[in-house]
């Protein structure tokens, strides 16, 4: 089968957009149509270098589509099923899964090779094999994937919408309240209100924080943060620190979630030192794979027992957590349509990008 695709050849290129084979479904695989995907900061990182995949690779692992048509054993998919994509894998049965972080599932070691769990690859093309982004390739007409990576979906709920789901709703929402551990009545800054930010702010809110403090220094991402749930707005960590102050009355923020654009080291001191005694900063942001050193005060890390996370997808479950997230948007109290700032047909792909670096969107969705 041909399949039209948006390829990533080296560090610092743009996508091509171009026509590879795809091979047919394996055992426990599906071949998925897809029709929404998101323009995610992820796959940006592959293009400027922070993070550096197995190239050739299709990118894109933000996607909701319909099943083509399934692999032998597979059970709980059928052609013509509305599916979200997890960028995450999951297996339930690995050490991660059966202790309850199946964010971390063994499956994902392949996610920036781009195979599949036979270590060999869905996408051909010129005497190549391209590996998609997270094992999925989003970026593409078709794909073939694992069954792990699909959740079934609601045939009526818009594809553009679901599509967000798949990692910057469910990172955002998941770092707030998983992560953070978000409680009514607390302060929460969320620096950095991209695709991921925003719904920390929103996650930050349907958990009933007091006051949640947007950083940005985009105008436009302050205003949709306030809109979106997000009480004050700053344009910068030290234009908050006095706001968060005046309104603790120097307590500080009981959590900080750190989703800029490329988490850098100089972040993290003053992310901790909006935070409060026996508070939480939470690093959700990806970070240049070479960034390996931060500057912060040891002194009130221990003394005033702050604690400093890491986080993945939200330390979600997708299998849990993207049906819950769903029912909250169907409900009303979580916002989706309202994140989608601009649609894209995949041959424009680089102006969406381009579009997302000069901080023109919250998010942008390629819809076929």
């Known amino acids: 089968m041909k399949t039209k695709a948006a390829v990533l050849r080296g560090v610092g290129q743009d996508f091509e957009v171009t026509e590879l084979d795809l091979d047919p479904p394996k055992a426990g695989e599906v071949l998925i149509r897809y029709v929404a995907a998101g323009l995610c900061h992820s796959d940006e990182h592959l293009r400027h270098g922070d993070i550096v995949p197995r190239f050739p690779i299709v990118g894109g692992h933000e996607g909701a589509g319909i099943i083509e048509e399934v692999g032998e054993g597979v059970t709980r998919m059928r052609p013509g099923d509305h599916v979200i994509c997890s960028f995450l894998p999951v297996c339930g049965h690995c050490r991660w899964c059966s202790t309850g972080k199946s964010n971390l599932c063994d499956l994902g070691a392949n996610l920036l090779v781009g ?24 970026f593409s007409e078709r794909a073939t994937i694992s069954e792990n990576s699909a959740i079934k979906v609601d045939p009526d709920l818009p594809m553009a919408a679901v599509a967000l789901v798949s990692c910057g709703v469910t990172t955002g929402f998941g770092s707030a309240q998983h992560r953070a551990g978000v409680q009514p009545g607390d302060t929460v800054v969320v620096v950095g209100i991209g695709g991921v930010g925003i719904n920390a702010v929103q996650g930050a809110r349907i958990a009933g924080a007091r006051y ?33 102050t005046e309104l603790t009355a120097g ?76 029912f909250l948007y169907k409900s009303g109290q979580l916002k989706l349509d309202e994140l989608i700032t601009q649609t894209y ?24």
Not at 345 to 368: H, K, S, T
């Open 345 to 368: 047909r995949l041959d424009q792909i680089n102006e969406g990008y381009e579009d997302m670096r000069q901080g023109r969107n919250i998010r942008g969705v390629i819809v076929a």
């Open 212 to 244: 949640i403090v947007a950083v940005d220094p985009v105008e436009f991402k302050q205003k949709s943060a306030l809109d979106l749930g997000a009480t004050h707005a700053a344009s910068s960590m030290a234009e908050a620190t006095p706001l968060v």
């Open 251 to 326: 307590k500080m923020a009981n959590s900080v979630i750190l989703t800029p654009g490329v988490l850098y080291g100089d972040l993290l001191g003053p992310a901790l030192t909006l935070t409060g005694k026996g508070g939480t900063c939470v690093a959700t942001a990806v970070a240049p794979m070479t960034q390996t050193e931060a500057s912060i005060n040891l002194f009130e890390l221990a003394m005033w027992q702050k604690e400093v996370k890491g986080v993945i997808f939200g330390a979600g479950n997708p299998r849990v957590d993207i049906p819950n997230l769903l």
């Open 115 to 138: 195979c599949l769990a036979d270590e060999t690859f869905r996408f051909h093309g010129g005497g190549e094999d391209f590996g998609g982004m997270c094992m999925l390739g989003t």
